[in-house]
């Protein structure tokens, strides 16, 4: 979907801005189950589903809010005691 934005130019005051970007709202998980892997636990894979999406500011602890992605293998959250 789209969201309005705009990026005002202000030289005084200084006004900061949030932009809003097109988020999920609501969210389902589904599960697969992995071919090949037998039916133990670690053989299905759970992942999330946006069933309604609406114009928000980018929630950044569920969502990557970077201009570009980190990538799928870069982890935000502590695991360990360190990031990826």
Avoid at 24 to 50: L, M, Q, R
Avoid at 60 to 81: A, E, I, K, M
Wanted: hydrophobic share 20%; with cysteine; charged share 20%.
């Amino acid at each position: 979907g789209y969201c309005f934005t705009r990026d005002p130019v202000y030289k005084y005051p200084p006004v900061s801005t949030a932009q809003q970007t097109c988020t999920f709202k609501e969210v389902v998980y589904e599960t697969v189950k992995i071919p090949g892997c037998g039916d133990h636990p670690e053989s299905f894979y759970s992942y999330p589903v946006a069933t309604e999406c609406h114009c928000d500011t980018c929630d950044t602890d569920t969502t990557d809010c970077t201009v570009r992605g980190l990538g799928p293998s870069y982890c935000s959250f502590s695991q360990n005691g360190s990031n990826q």
